[in-house]
């Protein structure tokens, strides 16, 4: 008589192609997880940046810097990050249809020192009295 065999196991091509799944589920996972990584670190250098460009806008608000028409550059510093500046300052007539009196404009744009203004990171507007 011949005996039956009950237990069956899975054939190498079974496992290979359930490897082969295994290998591509896993690699997704590891590119969305640096991925994520990436951003975060990115989302977190530009609030420092906008924080820093309010800060110095706040400066300029407050008077504790000269509103004189023009540009100035400058580094600062927020966090574990340096940033280079750019404050642009110019006249602004706002439009209404009531008189309003001439105020500055003040434009902040900031950027990672190390790399350089190519990486903008934030830019922050505001309005002062002369």
Same mark, same amino acid.
């Given at each position: 008589?011949?005996? @039956?065999? +009950? !237990?069956?196991?899975?054939?190498?091509?079974?496992?290979? $192609?359930?490897?082969? &799944?295994?290998?591509?589920?896993? #690699?997704?996972?590891?590119?969305?997880?640096? !991925?994520?990584?990436? +951003?975060?670190?990115?989302?977190?250098?530009?609030?420092?940046?906008? %924080?820093?460009? *309010?800060? &110095?806008?706040?400066?300029?608000?407050?008077?504790? @810097?000269?509103? #004189?028409?023009?540009? @100035? +550059?400058?580094? $600062? #510093?927020?966090?574990?990050? @340096?940033?280079?500046?750019?404050? +642009? =300052? /110019?006249?602004?007539?706002?439009?209404?249809? =009531?008189?309003?009196?001439?105020? *500055?404009? &003040?434009?902040?744009?900031? %950027?990672?020192?190390?790399?350089?203004?190519?990486?903008?990171?934030? /830019?922050? /507007?505001?309005?002062?009295?002369?």
């Amino acid at each position: 008589m011949r005996s @039956r065999r +009950n !237990d069956r196991g899975f054939t190498l091509l079974e496992v290979l $192609v359930a490897l082969t &799944i295994l290998g591509v589920a896993l #690699a997704a996972l590891v590119k969305g997880g640096a !991925d994520h990584a990436r +951003n975060t670190a990115y989302l977190q250098e530009r609030t420092m940046a906008h %924080w820093a460009g *309010q800060n &110095i806008l706040a400066e300029y608000e407050t008077g504790m @810097r000269p509103t #004189a028409e023009g540009n @100035r +550059n400058g580094e $600062v #510093a927020m966090g574990p990050y @340096r940033f280079g500046f750019q404050v +642009n =300052i /110019s006249a602004y007539t706002p439009q209404a249809p =009531i008189p309003l009196p001439a105020v *500055q404009r &003040i434009d902040v744009r900031l %950027w990672m020192a190390e790399l350089g203004e190519k990486y903008q990171r934030a /830019s922050v /507007s505001g309005f002062v009295l002369p």
